[in-house]
Each structure stands twice: as C-alpha cells, then as structure tokens.
C-alpha cells in the first residue's frame, strides 16, 4: 500500500463512520464494530509504524483494549457510567503492557516496547469514543452531528493527500471540514453555523496534525503500517466528537 494510498482509505472509514451514523436504532452497534475494526487496524499497522521488538504482543495488546473499550461504551447501563468504564480500560492496557514486557524473553529496546504498546492502547481508546458520542446523540438533536463530522473528516482526508506541500494540506483540509461540518450540522438541525464549522476546523487540525506525523515516517509507506497510518487520524478525533456532542446538545 503507498502512500497515496492510505488517505482513501482513511477516508472511506471516516465515510464509513458516516453511514453507521446514519442508521437509526442500530447506529451505535454498527458504529462499535467499525471501532473494533479500525482498533485491529492500529494494532497491527502500529507494531510496524513504530517497529516495536515484539509486534505479536503488542498487537494482542493494543486490540484486545480497543475491542473492550468499543464494547463497553456500547453495552454500559449508565451513560455516567461510560467514561469511567473507558478509564478503567485505559488504565487495563497499560497494566496489560508492563505485564507483556514482564513475559518477554527477549530483554532488548524494553523502553521502546513499552511506551509504543502504551501509545498505542491509548489511541484505541480514543477511537472508542465515537461509540459513545454516536451512542449519545442517537435519538437527540444532536444526532446530525457524528454525521456530519465524519462527512467533514472524510474531505480532509482526502486533501491532505493531494500532493501539496504540508504547509499547504492542512490549512486547505481544514477549509473543506469546515465547509462540509457548516453545511450539513445546521441542514439537520444539530448545531448553528457557527459552532458547526468550529467542529470542522477542530476535526481536520487534529486528523491533519496525527496523518502528517505519522505519515512523516520512512516506514509509514510500507503496506502494514499504513494501517494505522490510515486509521489513527480517523479515531483519534472521536473524544472531539463526543465533545461536541455534549456541549451542543
């Protein structure tokens, strides 16, 4: 996979995202196993991203804490109940990592391993968060607004691999999120104008930010760490999402 590869596909998750959004009463269970699709996703691309010494734990790591997390947010009884839930399997994947490192026969780069399984188990966790965002805004006002900020994340992907200089990509794909998030958020009847495309241009900051610096990377070209490549962006602005969601509705 090259790497003018990998933005389509990070694109068509965040498209993926948006269809998910879009399915009424089912929405947050399809919108789980997206999650716990691109959580395997990082796990596998993210051992080879950061060329970790012990890629098959690390992967086992780093999914099984993005499975348990886009589970609980979906099946937890109490939404008050969630982010402590989501805590608690953040605090799971760091235990899970030192035990990992602990069980390893090969001593070397213990550093490296550790923080890169570490990083990784975080990362999936925030990806969870557009779970509990679509979860939370099913049935509400808000419910435009996983909708259009997955559309609004879809176009900035897709421009920041336009061939243009960095300096360039971002500033633009922020422009189309913010065009995208401002024209869709207020048609549904989710949010003004204004905060609307303020979600847009948080969205594209942030993906934009996360895909140029892991894209940056020599080894980001290669076929399976463009996985993560591809999927870290998409996830990480989720706890945006759900912000948004909780303040605009």
Do not use: K, N, Y
Not at 107 to 119: A, D, E, N
Not at 181 to 196: D, F, K, Q, Y
């Amino acid at each position: 996979m090259t790497a003018p590869e990998r933005a389509p596909l990070g694109a068509a998750l965040a498209l993926l995202l948006t269809v998910t959004s879009l399915a009424g009463s089912l929405s947050p269970e399809l919108t789980a196993v997206v999650i716990a699709a691109m959580s395997i996703m990082v796990a596998v691309g993210w051992t080879e991203l950061l060329e970790l010494p012990d890629p098959l734990g690390s992967r086992i790591v780093i999914g099984a804490i993005g499975i348990i997390g886009a589970g609980l947010t979906l099946l937890s009884a109490r939404e008050d109940a969630v982010l402590r839930d989501v805590a608690v399997v953040a605090a799971l994947g760091m235990l899970a990592a030192f035990v990992q490192q602990m069980l390893r026969r090969d001593r070397r780069s213990l550093t490296l391993s550790l923080t890169g399984t570490v990083s990784g188990s975080l990362l999936v966790v925030l990806t969870c968060c557009w779970t509990l965002a679509v979860r939370e805004a099913e049935g509400t006002a808000a419910a435009g607004i996983p909708v259009a900020a997955a559309s609004g994340l879809a176009l900035a992907l897709l421009v920041e691999e336009t061939p243009l200089r960095g300096r360039f990509r971002l500033p633009l794909s922020m422009l189309a999120a913010a065009a995208v998030t401002g024209l869709v958020t207020p048609a549904l009847g989710s949010a003004p104008l204004l905060p609307a495309i303020a979600l847009g241009l948080l969205l594209a900051l942030g993906a934009g930010g996360v895909h140029q610096l892991l894209a940056s990377t020599l080894v980001a070209r290669e076929p399976t760490a463009s996985f993560a490549v591809a999927a870290a962006p998409v996830g990480t602005v989720g706890v945006v999402v759900l912000m948004a969601v909780r303040l605009l509705s």
